[in-house]
């Protein structure tokens, strides 16, 4: 029996927007547009999606994340599509890579805070999105009010109890 996809639907305004893991076949994803932030596509794909690929390492060197000007003019082009259209956002775990990108989205076109859009996305997806603390630091530092700088670095213990969690839903 095949494993079920996992994701979640993190943002409905004109379009849904979901967040989730790397499929093996995009035919498995709930949309027809696809931003991709790990690079890998997956075998069984048939090239009918649109698909935008964005590699992007889960670092914890923050140097290698890519330029602000590069994810902004990535979640601006993700936009012409997910203004109208259902999109899907995944890297490999549909957390960190994902996470810092859909929160980057939710900020610029949905006009939340940084620090809301970061929130809103660990309700709806996961407590262990952006649980890579340089991804969470890189977009305070870049979107975020004075009042939005301090935050809990997400810690391994929060992480192993959510891994259960969600084994225990059947979400892993």
């Given at each position: 029996?095949?494993?079920?996809?996992?994701?979640?639907?993190?943002?409905?305004?004109?379009?849904?927007?979901?967040?989730?893991?790397?499929?093996?076949?995009?035919?498995?994803?709930?949309?027809?547009?696809?931003?991709?932030?790990?690079?890998?596509?997956?075998?069984?794909?048939?090239?009918?999606?649109?698909?935008?690929?964005?590699?992007?390492?889960?670092?914890?060197?923050?140097?290698?994340?890519?330029?602000?000007?590069?994810?902004?003019?990535?979640?601006?082009?993700?936009?012409?599509?997910?203004?109208?259209?259902?999109?899907?956002?995944?890297?490999?775990?549909?957390?960190?890579?994902?996470?810092?990108?859909?929160?980057?989205?939710l900020h610029r076109?949905?006009?939340?805070?940084?620090?809301?859009?970061?929130?809103?996305?660990?309700?709806?997806?996961?407590?262990?999105?952006?649980?890579?603390?340089?991804?969470?630091?890189?977009?305070?530092?870049?979107?975020?009010?004075?009042?939005?700088?301090?935050?809990?670095?997400?810690?391994?213990s929060t992480y192993?109890?959510?891994?259960?969690?969600?084994?225990?839903?059947?979400?892993?």
């Amino acid at each position: 029996m095949a494993e079920k996809l996992d994701y979640d639907l993190v943002w409905e305004s004109s379009a849904p927007l979901y967040m989730g893991e790397l499929p093996n076949s995009y035919r498995d994803v709930p949309a027809q547009v696809i931003i991709n932030a790990c690079g890998v596509v997956p075998l069984l794909s048939v090239p009918s999606p649109t698909v935008l690929v964005f590699p992007m390492v889960d670092t914890l060197e923050a140097e290698y994340i890519p330029a602000r000007e590069r994810i902004e003019a990535l979640v601006d082009a993700a936009h012409v599509f997910a203004r109208s259209e259902p999109t899907y956002w995944h890297c490999h775990a549909g957390l960190n890579r994902s996470g810092l990108l859909v929160a980057a989205y939710l900020h610029r076109h949905a006009g939340l805070r940084i620090s809301d859009a970061i929130q809103h996305l660990r309700g709806a997806r996961s407590p262990m999105v952006l649980c890579n603390n340089v991804f969470e630091r890189t977009l305070r530092d870049w979107y975020g009010d004075e009042d939005e700088q301090l935050f809990t670095p997400f810690d391994l213990s929060t992480y192993l109890r959510e891994r259960v969690r969600r084994k225990e839903r059947g979400k892993e």
